[in-house]
């Protein structure tokens, strides 16, 4: 490798995406670490989320992630020093990062994701922060630049983050507790009561991908779980329709909220809104039917993204590859130039 490489980095409570410039190719991997007897790196990424619900309790597997913020910082540099190093193939050459911080959260919050990165033992030469919703956008084709009002929707796992974007910046935010996790848990509690049933949430998270294709064949999910009476463990078949009726509370607070955000948008803004309609992506926005409850909620259309899961990380690259968009880019006192 000739220059310095370069990395996109957006860092989710569930997976994290790292761009590289040298590669040219984005990697997804879970947010999480396995540490064995309190102490010893076991396993980090997929490979701990593998053992997720099953390892022995001797290793503690978590999320260094909680809400969108940094809740872990020894484990999550632990992470970034790993996933970065097997990116970096042995180049002990210094690298520029660019990382995605969410918007509604603290100075502090924000700081400590440029933090993490100088922390975490990786050579940073340059380290530089991109709105998550701006990066979102442009990895979404929207001409942020010069776009006067968007509305772009990011559905994750502990998180929605709604954001109205003009001319390359943010004019209003909001960073909601809502997202993949909760229709999971929402799941396991009406199998819980309707059935009488445990799941896992690996479970319960195979049963939300799969609803979509499970409502077109007209079938239920088929589940393993134990059961509350006999403790026994069992195969149930769950209705879609039970699932569909507990994940509908979920999908009004992310309308609800929309609604509210879009009613505290400058009226200036409203025609470039109204032309685009939403921008929905972030990986849980592919839940069954949230796409058309956002559009009947609002009146607006919904734009689908291509790859929800990597949009903020394609944005990233953009802005890696292409002198245009790197005004879009800031520095954090201390270390960017
Ligand atoms: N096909 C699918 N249908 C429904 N949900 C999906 C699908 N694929 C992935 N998900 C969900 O997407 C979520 C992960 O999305 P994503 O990677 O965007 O979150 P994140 O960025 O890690 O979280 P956050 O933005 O809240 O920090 C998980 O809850 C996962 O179950
Ligand atoms: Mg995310």
Redesign the pocket.
Known sequence: MLANNIFGI????????IYSRSDDNII?EK?MIAIENKNTLFAYGDSAFEMYEKAPGNIHISYP?S??VIADIKNMETLIHYFIGDMQKGSYKPADFYIAVPTDVTEVEKRAFYDLVKDANVKAKRIMVVEKAVADGLGLDIDVKNSQGVIVV????????ISILSLGGIVLSRLIKV???K??EAIRAAVRKEFSLIIGGKTA?TV??A??DLEKEKKGAQVFGRDIVTGLPVEREIPTKLVNECLEEHFHTIVDNVKVILERTPPELAADIYRHGIYLT???S???HLAEKLANGTGLKVNIAQD??AS?ALGLSKIIKDDNYKSVAYAIEGMGK
């Open positions: 957006d860092l989710g409570t569930n997976n994290i995406k997804v947010n992630l809400n969108g990011n559905v994750g796992y502990e998180t929605t983050e997202g993949g996790q229709f999971d998270e939300k991908i609803l979509r972030g990986g849980a592919q839940v069954s929800p899961l903020v």
